[in-house]
């Protein structure tokens, strides 16, 4: 039977496949929304753009902080490497609270734009390396990762059925929304200046992020859309072209919570892949820049280089969002991740070389290979385990980023100061085709095993949901 026929308007029905899953089907996103379901793309695309300067602009500016504040290369880094353990960190737990009902997505944003901006205020105003950590690190590394949660989980929830494009859309401005600021930091950025640029930057994110923000409301539990029949999907053109989707990556066979997620070996499997490229990804943001600079190139080539990694790193997360809908969210996945490793020892050899339009060509791979897996995690990760839990389960996954964050940052600084920089893009390059080689044994696994007999869920009658279930 169709699951959206002779469907009234406010009612929903639920429908079960032959696995077991619900689908709560016949409310329509304006019905739920007020707004078609692009908002929760638009609104989520443009808050990514306004914390983007945290992870992709820092590097830029690291030279004039380190002046400003007399740091050394290495305190410059743990602040880096300290504010992604945090950044990561907070999914998990911020998407525990999300789904239980206490911290609601529009709350979660609101602050995630007050501590953000509070984390550029003490880069600017603070001098301690302690004390900038307790600032720009716990706090704006908090605020950043609520943001970035917030607005990746938003846009799984309402696009269940087409997950690939919208999230590396979405993801993608996390990265090419620094491109101005890295220009800034690279030709305006003194330390005669620096404190206005900062305090002008933490305005704008806590002015942008919060207005985005006020917008945001999760959909129900299990809601599917209303034109997209989750049990025969081949009835119209547009069903077909969705069915072909589907068919490359098939929904999850049941909800999954975190526990489930973790004994299918398949979650912790996923977590040790994005440990190894997570910490690839940083070390490329956060090194590549000085190791132009010391190779001598100039500020163009080096705020270029930069500018080429964050806009090819946005792209490409569009575009592999995009292929791992027809060609399969696993195999994308592993093709990126090659590049990945292939893309560092290219860096390394072009600049070697003094080569310096091949180092922007490699520039460009690195972009693109350090930063198009993480749609492709978020978007795998309610492929295997459902969209109910997923941003308690994408928090999991995501938490990968807590190691390789100390990785790609502090650590990859004394891997520099001890083996210098081949050393360095070397290991790299290894690690990357390691998280490669971990993606061949990713399978979906089956329905979560739960107390009873297993039998599918019949269709329940229809109801009008109440004001509380519709604005879950």
Known sequence: MSATQHVVPGQYREVSDANGRVYRVGETDRSLLGRPRAWMVWLPWIAMMGVSVYEYGYSSAEAVLEHAHGWTLTETFWIASIWAVFQAGVAFPAGRLRETGVLPARTAMLAG???????????????????????????????????????????????????????????????????????????????????????LIALGMVLVVAFCGMFFRDPPKSWWPHDVDPLNRGVSEDARRVAKRLAKNPPAKGQFTPMEAIRTGQLPLMWFALVCIGGVSLFGINFQVPFAKSLGFGPLVAASSAGVLAVVNGVGRAIVGWLSDYLGRRQTLGLVLVVAGLAQFGVLWSGQAHNEPLFLFFAFLNGFGGGAFYPLFAALTPDYFGENNNAQNYGLVYSAKLVGGV?????????????????AYYLAGGIAFLSALITVFLRQPGAPRRSGDGSPVAEVGSRTPSPAEATT
């Not at 990265?175 to 305006?188: C, D, H, K, Q, S």
């Not at 790609?408 to 920089?421: D, M, Q, R």
Request: aromatic share 18%; net charge positive.
């Open 113 to 199: 734009a007050v501590f953000s901006g509070l984390g550029f205020l003490a880069l600017s105003h603070l001098s301690n390396p302690y004390v900038v950590i307790a600032g720009y690190s716990v706090l704006g590394g908090t605020g950043a990762g609520l943001v970035y949660a917030t607005c990746i989980n938003m846009v799984g929830k309402w696009y269940p059925d087409n997950k690939g494009a919208r999230t590396g859309f979405v993801n993608g401005g996390f990265a090419y929304g620094t491109l101005p600021l890295i220009f800034v930091f690279n030709y305006w950025f003194h330390p005669s200046n620096y404190k206005m640029v900062l305090d």
């Open 407 to 423: 990785g790609g940052g502090g650590v990859a600084a004394g891997v520099v100061a001890a083996w210098g920089y081949a050393g």
